[in-house]
Each structure stands twice: as C-alpha cells, then as structure tokens.
C-alpha cells in the first residue's frame, strides 16, 4: 500500500496524534460486528437489547446475550491491528486512543492511553448500590444479584439513551480539537456523539483518515480514506511511521 504524501508529511510532522475506533478493528479477531452482514445486530435490533428499558423488562435475556458476548471475547485474541496501534503510542509525543468497542482488546493488545467511550463489558455494576463485580463467571446464564443489597446487577456498558460518560467524552472531544493527525478506523460512524469526533478533529485543522473496508457515511467529510483490512494497514503504516520518525 503507497502512502500519500501528505499523509506521510503530517506523520513525520505531527506532535499529537489521536485514533477513533469502532467494531471493525476487532472483526479479525472474530469479534462480530455490529452491522456488517452476520453482525451481532443482524438478529436483533439494538433497541431490543442494548438499552436500559430491555435490560428491566427482560434482565436474563438481556444479562444472556452480554454473557454470550463475554464468551466470545474470552475466546478471541486481539490482532495485528490492535498490537500495531499499540505500539504506536510511544511513536509521536501524545498518541490518544479513543474506542466505542467494549470489547477490552485494546487493552489486551498493550494500549495505555485508552478512552472507552461505551464502558467495558469486563465491567459489571449493582444498579442500587453500584457495588462492582468483574471478571465474572461467564456460564451463569441467569442474571447476578448483588451480595451487598439483593440489587441485579447490568454490565458497565453505554446503552442505547444513556450520556456517555462525561469525563471520557470531554476528554476526547478535546483530544479531537488538539490533534494534528486523526484516524478513524474500523467505524460505521454511525452511533452519536462518537460518529462527531471525526468532523470536531478536521474542524480544528487536523488531518483526518478514515481506515475501513467500505466507505461510510462520513468518508466524503474526511481527508483521505484507506480502504483494506484495519490490521493489514495498521501493520504497513506502523512500519513507515518507524521508517519515518525513527
Ligand atoms: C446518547 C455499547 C444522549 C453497548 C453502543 C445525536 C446525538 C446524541 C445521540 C444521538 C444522536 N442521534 C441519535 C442519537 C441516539 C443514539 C444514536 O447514535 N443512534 C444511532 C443509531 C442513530 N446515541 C445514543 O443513544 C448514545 N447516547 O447520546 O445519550 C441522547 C440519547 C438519545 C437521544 C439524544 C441524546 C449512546 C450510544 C452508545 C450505544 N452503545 N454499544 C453494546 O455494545 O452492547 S453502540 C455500538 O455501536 C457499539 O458501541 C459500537 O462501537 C457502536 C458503533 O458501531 P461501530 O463500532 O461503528 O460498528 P459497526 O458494526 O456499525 O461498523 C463496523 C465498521 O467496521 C463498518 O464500517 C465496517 O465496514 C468496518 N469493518 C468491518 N470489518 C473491518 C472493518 N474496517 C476495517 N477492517 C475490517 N476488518
Ligand atoms: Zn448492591
């Protein structure tokens, strides 16, 4: 893959560099996404499962597919996408990473510097006395009740209707606005306000590259799009950014 010249300018140039993921850099991990064909949303409809009034309705069949979910990233590995960007955090002075994934494979891959906009799925909270309880058995079907105060307990995750939380967004709509150099990978740019921190980082005069299999909504709105495989490019673009600022 050839990289063009001003993306190559702004890698050798760029001070602060910041990264929006989304579902497609843990695909080929065999994580599902969520609106590819086969995703995980191809069955259901998020509104029936990742929001709040599902979960009080039905606490087990909501409390089931988080577990079903928690079975498969048990299963997988993070891949050469997720280690590459990983290794790139020491590679510029301030390297931000900021995912909507909950699937806890950025951290797995090594990442420090991570911003989990929609929380972790590994994490897990008492809805009356917010009594956390992670690393949880995976088979028990059934939801938990906390040993506390009786309460259910629901994962640590950002439903459909729920404010993400504050801090992590403010943070990173302002690593949007300081960065000189924005990726947005792996992203159906889809899901608000996520899906605006792309426009926020071009609005304040970074560049913006889009790395996806297809083009998305947002591609025309971004400087430049590589398309392929998030680990294949990840992978040939960590070696020209050592090639460069090595
Ligand atoms: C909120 C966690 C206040 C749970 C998720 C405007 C402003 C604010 C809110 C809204 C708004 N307009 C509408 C809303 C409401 C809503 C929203 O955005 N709806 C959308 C559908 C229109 N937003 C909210 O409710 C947010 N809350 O703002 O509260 C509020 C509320 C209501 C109204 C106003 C204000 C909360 C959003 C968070 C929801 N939680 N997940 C769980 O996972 O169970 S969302 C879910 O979608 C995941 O977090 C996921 O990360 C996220 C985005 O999906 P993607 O990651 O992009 O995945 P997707 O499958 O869509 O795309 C995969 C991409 O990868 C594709 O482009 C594909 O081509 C590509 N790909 C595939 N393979 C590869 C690849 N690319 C590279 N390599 C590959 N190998
Ligand atoms: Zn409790």
């Excluded at 029936?48 to 039905?58: P, Q």
């Excluded at 597919?65 to 997988?76: A, K, L, P, S, T």
């Excluded at 301030?94 to 797995?108: M, P, V």
């Excluded at 792309?198 to 590589?226: F, H």
Aim: net charge neutral; charged share 25%; glycine share 6%.
């Amino acid at each position: 893959m050839q990289f063009s010249e001003n993306l190559i300018k702004k890698i050798k140039s760029a001070q602060n560099v910041s990264v929006l993921t989304g579902a497609g850099v843990s695909a080929e991990s065999g994580v599902p996404t969520f609106r590819d064909p086969g995703g995980i949303w191809e069955k259901f409809r998020p509104e029936e499962l990742a929001n709040f009034n599902a979960f009080i309705s039905d606490p087990d069949f909501v409390w089931g597919w988080y577990q079903h979910r928690r079975e498969i990233m048990r299963e997988v590995t993070p891949n050469h996408g997720h280690l590459a960007l990983a290794e790139m955090e020491s590679l510029f002075n301030e390297f931000n990473l900021i995912t909507q994934n909950i699937d806890n494979l950025h951290k797995r891959a090594g990442s420090k510097n991570i911003t989990e906009l929609h929380g972790n799925i590994e994490r897990n909270y008492c809805l009356k006395c917010r009594t956390f309880y992670n690393d949880i058995d995976v088979s028990e079907k059934k939801v938990l009740k906390c040993e506390k105060c009786g309460g259910i307990i629901r994962p640590d995750v950002v439903w459909f209707g729920e404010m993400l939380p504050e801090k992590a967004l403010s943070h990173a709509e302002n690593c949007a606005k300081r960065s000189d150099l924005f990726f947005s990978i792996g992203t159906s740019a889809e899901v608000y306000p996520a899906a605006l921190l792309p426009l926020i980082a071009k609005r304040s005069g970074a560049y913006v590259v889009e790395i996806n299999i297809k083009p998305t909504v947002m591609s025309m709105d971004l400087d430049e799009v590589l398309t392929g495989k998030s680990g294949e490019i990840l992978n040939l673009l960590l070696n020209k950014i050592k090639e460069i600022r090595n």
